[in-house]
């Protein structure tokens, strides 16, 4: 039973650039959230998608955007990279929302560095 | 919002002593509590969780943590450490009355000497 899958595992990009992140949920889970996670820092809250619409967003500017697929799987989309958003990046599923969650099961990450 | 508060950011100790990791987080009506750890290069585990019942938790790898609504605590306990527990852990909380997102704490990294 394949986990989270994320891809690419690493990946440079040059600021002012375009950078999209994949990821496909564990099996039997529908519900998809993506952390960015600084070096030496814990796991910060990007946003989460359910039934394909943004349900929570963090504390991150319009330049991050998200798309979730009829298959649950979700894409993570940032615009004019700035040098501080060199990070790893966490994709977490889940079954159901709310009183039902109990848990996220993480995917290994993108290593995202901004040159 | 919910916010958690690791109060340790290293904690070095021997191979085969005890060890304690802090956790606490900011009060609400209901919480869901979470440690994970995370081992070089590699994602987040979940480590154990608190969803109701007893206050007392515990892994499948001698780790647990016991829930302390007043002291709004969530600690995690080893009575005896691996080479193999050096990771980093980090706590986390869910508000289960709204969506479920849930909140890190800063991480505690721990390091364990031979």
């Known amino acids: 039973d394949a986990g989270v899958t994320q891809s690419p595992t690493h990946l440079i990009k040059t600021r002012g650039q375009q950078v999209t992140l994949r990821c496909s949920p564990k099996?039997?889970?529908?519900?998809v959230s993506w952390y960015q996670q600084a070096l030496g820092q814990g796991p910060q809250f990007i946003f989460q998608?359910?039934?394909?619409?943004?349900?929570q967003r963090g504390n991150f500017p319009d330049r991050f955007s998200g798309h979730q697929f009829p298959n649950y799987s979700s894409e993570l989309n940032v615009n004019a990279l700035l040098l501080g958003d060199s990070a790893l990046y966490l994709c977490?599923?889940?079954f159901g929302t709310g009183f039902f969650m109990a848990g996220y099961t993480f995917g290994s990450g993108t290593r995202l560095t901004v040159v | 919002a919910q916010s958690v508060t690791q109060l340790d950011s290293q904690v070095p100790v021997f191979e085969e002593a005890p060890v304690e990791l802090r956790c606490n987080y900011s009060?609400?009506?209901?919480?869901?509590l979470f440690w994970y750890v995370q081992y070089p290069n590699q994602g987040l585990q979940l480590l154990l969780k608190?969803?109701?019942?007893?206050?007392l938790v515990e892994s499948i790898n001698g780790f647990e943590a016991e829930f302390n609504k007043s002291q709004t605590s969530f600690h995690l306990r080893k009575p005896s450490v691996h080479i193999s527990d050096t990771a980093e852990y980090f706590c986390?909380?869910?508000?289960?009355?709204?969506?479920?997102?849930?909140?890190f704490g800063s991480g505690t990294r721990l390091s364990i000497r031979p």
């Open positions: 977490a599923s889940s």
């Open positions: 099996s039997g889970h529908d519900t």
């Open positions: 998608y359910y039934e394909e619409e943004e349900r």
């Open positions: 009060s609400s009506v209901s919480v869901y």
């Open positions: 608190y969803l109701s019942g007893s206050t």
């Open positions: 986390a909380v869910s508000d289960g009355s709204s969506a479920s997102k849930i909140i």
